[in-house]
């Protein structure tokens, strides 16, 4: 019985651990990602100019271009490829370590609500980082229940606790193409839980919404 209250006792804190071990993969990661890119648009590099992960390799005549380090650009398109899976990879486990972790906390908040109500103190989560302002009728947001007005608490593996920019709800959107994301939002002073799945459709982008930062 002691084993089991230690166990549980200790279990949240191995939680963020993860948590925030997981972050500083995804982080090293898009790192290696960002280099091997400017590898491949750097002139000294391929001579002339660089070729990114779509330029062509031959010439006109359909010969190998002499400009262009054909091994180098191969390695690094393949490792970019690589990097680009173990991102999505990495960003599932973080989803769903989070979700653990916000799991957890839920059981602790249920059982201080009533000492916390009769306090009167108000607990959350995660205190909302960015605003939604625009809305696009038809879009996979609109579809999603999203409303102009509602506080981003988290979006997918983005929370409080790990958000800096809008690039990371951005990029949480890029590697989530056709994919189910949570999103949590407080409307009106109550936290409401919302399944968004980014996908193309008639407008720009992969949302048709707009968010803004909070600055709190």
């Not at 071990?21 to 001579?47: G, N, S, V």
């Not at 002499?66 to 990097?83: E, M, Q, T, W």
């Not at 625009?134 to 983005?158: C, H, K, N, W």
Request: hydrophobic content about 35%; glycine content about 8%.
């Amino acid at each position: 019985m002691k084993m089991t209250e230690v166990n549980n006792a200790v279990e949240p804190s191995v939680a963020e651990r993860d948590v925030r071990l997981l972050m500083k993969r995804k982080d090293e990661i898009e790192e290696q990602i960002k280099a091997y890119y400017d590898m491949l648009q750097t002139k000294p590099f391929l001579q002339q100019e660089g070729v990114g992960m779509d330029g062509p390799l031959v010439d006109v005549e359909g010969f190998p271009r002499a400009d262009v380090d054909l091994y180098k650009v191969r390695s690094a398109r393949h490792s970019i490829s690589c990097l680009q899976n173990d991102h999505k990879a990495v960003m599932v486990e973080i989803e769903e370590a989070l979700h653990t972790l916000h799991a957890t906390a839920r059981v602790r908040e249920g059982k201080d609500e009533t000492k916390m109500e009769a306090s009167g103190q108000t607990v959350s989560l995660s205190s909302p980082f960015a605003l939604v302002d625009t809305v696009t009728q038809g879009s996979p947001a609109f579809q999603a229940g999203l409303r102009v007005g509602d506080e981003i608490m988290e979006f997918g593996s983005v929370k409080t606790q790990n958000f800096r920019n809008l690039r990371d709800i951005a990029s949480v959107v890029q590697h989530s193409e056709g994919k189910s994301l949570r999103v949590g939002v407080l409307r009106n002073g109550q936290e409401v839980h919302l399944s968004l799945t980014p996908q193309h459709w008639s407008g720009r982008g992969l949302l048709g919404c707009n968010l803004v930062p909070l600055h709190r």
